[in-house]
């Protein structure tokens, strides 16, 4: 990325007037440039093809496809853009699917302008667009998993559909998702998921997420035959 050159940037949100009002913020930087806007992911999808632009800036909550879904999609089209996720969601399993999937960034809506300036800055020297408290909540994750006592072993006390769940809920799908997935019912996904979590000793999705991406890659589950 040229460093004397604007970073140009692609807008992601479906609220118009908060995608028009920080447009007129950003365009305040002589150093950025806002290319294009978006309304929803398949529209940023069809942006990023069109612009080609350096960063872009996406909500995760949209309609028709969501932030983390158009981030999978967008990545495949150009590995090497910087997707920052900008939210009012601060849920661990949002942030930390967005960061497994590949995004430079995840960021708050309620943060400070200034600060929102230098996160995106910081892009073109290679650092990561996250705030400290954010960051701390990745470390923390990390930590508690690598102190669980060889949970690679665990994964043969599970079933085949609870692995079947459990790389699902990897991929960032909701439990309703994963029910419309395997053809069941979300009280059938909540029990699976409570099983896993008791067998592998786990707290909560992020954990379990986490885990799913180390242990899970190469795992072949064996047929499925049950519920």
């Known amino acids: 990325m040229e460093r004397s050159h604007p970073l140009r940037i692609l807008l992601v949100d479906d609220h118009t007037l908060f995608r028009k009002g920080l447009r007129c913020l950003l365009e305040n930087y002589p ?45 495949e089209i150009k590995p090497n853009l910087l997707v920052v996720m900008l939210t009012v969601s601060d849920d661990d399993n949002d942030l930390f699917t967005a960061i497994k999937k590949g995004a430079k960034g995840y960021l708050l809506k309620s943060l400070d302008p200034e600060e ?26 990390f930590t508690k ?5 060889n949970p690679a072993n665990k994964t043969t006390d599970l079933t085949a559909r609870e692995i079947e769940v459990l790389k699902l809920l990897a991929q960032g799908m909701t439990n309703q998702k994963i029910a419309d997935t395997l053809n069941i019912t979300m009280n059938t996904v909540k029990a699976h998921l409570s099983s896993i979590m008791n067998k592998l000793q786990l707290e ?13 890659a190469d795992y072949e589950a064996p047929d499925l035959n049950e519920p």
Do not use: C, F, H, W
Not at 125 to 133: L, N, Q, S
Not at 145 to 149: A, L, N
Not at 204 to 216: D, F, G, P
């Open 31 to 75: 150093d950025l440039q806002v290319i294009g806007e978006a309304s929803d992911g398949q529209m940023a999808v069809d942006q990023v093809k069109a612009l080609n632009p350096d960063v872009l800036l996406m909500d995760i909550e949209m309609p028709k496809m969501n932030g983390l879904e158009a981030l999978e999609k967008i990545l």
């Open 116 to 141: 929102l300036y230098s996160m995106l800055s910081g892009l073109r020297y290679g650092y990561v667009a996250i705030p400290r408290v954010l960051a701390g909540r990745i470390l923390d994750e």
């Open 145 to 149: 998993m690598s102190k669980k006592e």
């Open 204 to 216: 909560n999705r992020t954990q379990a997420a986490i885990y799913a991406s180390k242990n899970l």
